[in-house]
């Protein structure tokens, strides 16, 4: 089992200033972590955004890259800020100011996952902290920083559409108030991470595949979003939720009888996520 931080599938040409990116999509667990752990290797997958590697990874035939977290996020969390340190997991970490993810276990290392389970035996050193935020969370963002780099350089622009799945309960508040229930979240942090003008773009290309979008509620985009929404930059970033019960079976962690069909009809919306990257000419022709 490779434990490299994560992979990228490059396009034969790169024709799209989007970048695709699936940070919580990671299942490469290391043993010696699972042996550690309270939890087996099926309940501790429970916090992953299981096959959103597979259901993007149309992006590159599209003129765009896919960014693909090998780590799973119960090892490392590559969604957090790399001093979002645990105290309550950490021995040493010092107590941060008011941080609800930190306090609920889900900081950089997490201590917990779905449901609170708590995933460690005991706290963990913070040179075993470091180590894997050194390891594995740091390779990923400079690779991530380097295909917005290279966006920016070929089209004078980049977008980040950052995905993620969420359980099928995250959106029972919403649906009350929300008919019919939304299928995909897309989170900008309400307005700060794009311009709203791509924002309205990407809704349409889901909505144009008959699937029902709402934005921002309950989630609006965590710390990647923050760190790389920089719309008076050109760099734009979005985080797309998609409704796990859409696709798979969440209790056995599986594809569900639907999987190649939705997989089918996001090969459209890749499709026309890209083609909003294609308009901005190269700065060389400029």
Request: with cysteine; hydrophobic share 40%; glycine share 6%.
């Amino acid at each position: 089992m490779s434990q490299t931080s994560f992979h990228t599938i490059q396009p034969e040409q790169r024709l799209s200033s989007v970048v695709f990116a699936s940070p919580h999509s990671g299942c490469d667990y290391p043993d010696w972590f699972v042996r550690r752990s309270m939890l087996d290797r099926h309940a501790i997958r429970s916090s992953e955004d299981a096959f959103v590697d597979r259901l993007f990874e149309s992006a590159p035939e599209v003129g765009a890259p896919l960014l693909c977290a090998n780590m799973p996020r119960a090892f490392v969390d590559l969604n957090r800020s790399p001093d979002e340190l645990d105290p309550a997991l950490i021995a040493g970490a010092h107590r941060p100011s008011h941080n609800p993810r930190v306090a609920s276990g889900l900081g950089v290392i997490p201590r917990v996952v779905a449901n609170g389970r708590a995933i460690h035996r005991s706290k963990i050193t913070m040179e075993e902290a470091q180590a894997r935020i050194d390891q594995h969370w740091r390779p990923y963002h400079a690779a991530l920083q380097d295909l917005l780099d290279e966006a920016h350089h070929l089209f004078g622009q980049a977008i980040l559409i950052d995905c993620h799945s969420m359980p099928h309960e995250a959106m029972d508040g919403v649906a009350r108030t929300t008919t019919p229930r939304p299928e995909i979240v897309l989170g900008d942090r309400f307005g700060a991470a794009a311009d709203s003008e791509i924002v309205d773009r990407v809704e349409a290309a889901f909505a144009a595949a008959g699937l029902t979008v709402s934005r921002n509620a309950p989630f609006a985009g965590a710390y990647i979003t923050q760190a790389y929404g920089r719309p008076s930059r050109r760099q734009h970033a979005i985080q797309v939720e998609i409704d796990r019960a859409v696709y798979m079976n969440e209790r056995k962690i599986t594809p569900n009888a639907d999987f190649d069909a939705f997989r089918t009809l996001l090969r459209g919306v890749i499709a026309e996520i890209a083609a909003i990257g294609y308009e901005e000419l190269p700065l060389a022709a400029e």
